[in-house]
């Protein structure tokens, strides 16, 4: 008797484990900055910060202490991000975001960022002439 609840107690703590991690997901929106995405756009700090790109405002925001978020538009979601190192090389761009979801607080634990199909690269700006 003994070993048969000893064997149900696993089967139950195996059961429970298995529900207990997420499964990871794909997350399409845009890498933008915590203030910005609270306000829906980048507009208000590109008409009175004098920054040109979405790049440009999501990096100045970040500087003045803004976190890296995933910004989904159409939805309007907005997810924190736990990795604050990846999402930098992709500053205002368009992505997909690879991860796991913590639904209590809206935060993806980040595995991989990929700039989304048909997304604009921010380039760096050429001498004229060249």
């Known amino acids: 008797m ?7 107690a696993t089967l139950l703590v ?15 929106g845009e890498i933008m900055d915590s203030a910005c995405a609270k306000a829906g756009s980048h507009d208000m700090m590109m008409k009175n910060a004098g920054v040109k790109t979405t790049k440009e405002c999501t990096l100045a925001c970040i500087k003045m202490g803004s976190k890296y978020v995933l910004f989904d538009k159409a939805t309007k979601k907005v997810y924190q991000l736990d990795d604050q190192t990846k999402p930098e090389q ?3 761009q368009k992505v997909t975001v690879k991860g796991t979801l913590d639904s209590a ?15 604009r690269k921010h380039k760096a700006a050429s001498p004229s002439g060249l």
């Open 105 to 119: 607080n809206d935060t993806i634990h980040v595995t991989g960022i990929e700039a989304a199909k048909g997304a």
């Open 14 to 28: 195996f059961s429970l484990l298995g529900f207990a991690a997420p499964p990871e997901g794909t997350y399409s």
């Open 90 to 92: 992709f500053a205002g």
């Open 2 to 8: 003994k070993n048969i609840l000893v064997g149900l």
